[in-house]
């Protein structure tokens, strides 16, 4: 089992900057893949990035230059980050953590971005 808190969600004026964060806590050595997802009003849940156990890490087109994803440095590694900048109107969404083991996928409750003037 791996329970996952999220924070960091706010409003943030367009072309600014917030960082999520999602604190992992359980069976932390299973997981393999860590990722944020998203999901705005009225649309399906997307994959935003994702970082593997060794480091190689996949964006979503829409983000690609403007969001990062990183584990903490620390050794238990149990975070990780969402940097995302240049905010956009359009990045407005519960933006969720998830992590993949062999055995299951575990989700987090999800954190509100909002992106407004």
């Known amino acids: 089992q791996v329970q996952l808190v999220e924070s960091g969600g706010d409003l943030v004026q367009p072309g600014g900057s917030l960082r999520l964060s999602c604190a992992a806590s359980g069976s932390i050595s299973s997981i393999n893949v860590r990722a944020w997802y998203r999901q705005a009003p009225g649309k399906e849940r997307e994959l935003v990035a994702s970082?593997?156990?060794?480091?190689?890490?996949?964006?979503a087109e829409s983000v690609k230059g403007r969001f990062t994803i990183a584990i903490s440095g620390d050794n238990a590694k149990n975070t990780v980050y969402l940097q995302m900048s240049s905010l956009k109107v359009e990045d407005t969404a519960v933006y969720y953590c998830?992590?993949?083991?062999?055995?299951?996928?575990?989700w987090g409750k999800g954190t509100l971005v909002t992106v407004s003037s």
């Open positions: 970082i593997s156990s060794g480091s190689n890490t996949k964006y």
């Open positions: 998830c992590v993949h083991t062999v055995i299951a996928d575990y």
